[in-house]
């Protein structure tokens, strides 16, 4: 089959748990709220930047699911033992 089962398989687990963890860090977004104190502010914008970090770990491991779902459609196997040169 040209198809490789297991580069398909930890593709789509990667690309499935990437759209979750983005849907989840998008409901999960911090806001503010006017007369906010200083330290408030600070951990505001703390909270925001590790949420821009999260969804940029999401979208790393939905780019890197996608790339191992092409690779699938790619990859050979090498019959056992023979030089293929």
């Known amino acids: 089959m040209i198809i490789e089962k297991r580069l398909l398989a930890g593709g789509v687990a990667l690309l499935v748990s990437g759209f979750v963890l983005s849907a989840i860090i998008a409901l ?3 806001t503010g709220q006017s007369g906010m104190t200083e330290d408030e ?8 930047r590790q949420n821009d970090d999260m969804g940029i770990l999401a979208g790393i491991l939905v780019g890197v699911g996608f790339l191992l779902i092409l690779i699938s459609f790619g990859a050979r196997r090498r019959s056992g033992g023979r030089n293929t040169m």
């Open 28 to 30: 999960d977004t911090p």
């Open 41 to 48: 502010i600070l951990d505001l914008m703390e909270t925001q």
